[in-house]
């Protein structure tokens, strides 16, 4: 199994910037793609980044393409989200996801990752 653990989350104001982090824990990291997802309070569950197993193909949702960026290292086997121009719109739990395979469905499916972190709170103050 894979254990994911996020961190980096906190109180930014709009404009600002915050790099969260997903480390992972258990068998074979480098043989699953990842991804990050995030939830308001009240709101479903929305895709935010996916990034292939050898970090060569990445996917974002709309709402933060441009601003945000997914990035792994596979030797640290960490998975990196850096926030760009940040939203009072993007405040959100974000939780990182993991699944075997990049392809096969939508990267932005989260019903196709099999494991997910607990989360890390992100809150952008106007």
């Known amino acids: 199994q894979v254990q994911l653990v996020e961190s980096g989350g906190g109180l930014v104001q709009a404009g600002g910037s915050l790099r969260l982090s997903c480390v992972a824990s258990?068998?074979?990291?480098?043989?699953?793609?990842m991804a990050w997802f995030r939830q308001a309070a009240g709101n479903e569950r929305e895709f935010v980044a996916a990034?292939?197993?050898?970090?060569?193909?990445?996917s974002y949702g709309d709402s933060v393409k441009g601003r945000f960026t997914i990035s792994r290292d596979n030797a640290k086997n960490t998975v990196y989200l850096q926030m760009n121009s940040l939203k009072p719109e993007d405040t959100a739990v974000y939780y990182c996801?993991?699944?075997?395979?990049?392809?096969?469905?939508?990267?932005?499916?989260?019903?196709?990752?099999?494991?997910w972190g607990q989360g890390t709170q992100v809150t952008v103050s106007p």
């Open positions: 996801a993991a699944r075997p395979s990049y392809s096969g469905s939508s990267p932005s499916a989260d019903s196709s990752y099999a494991y």
């Open positions: 258990g068998r074979a990291f480098s043989s699953n793609a």
């Open positions: 990034i292939s197993r050898g970090g060569g193909y990445t």
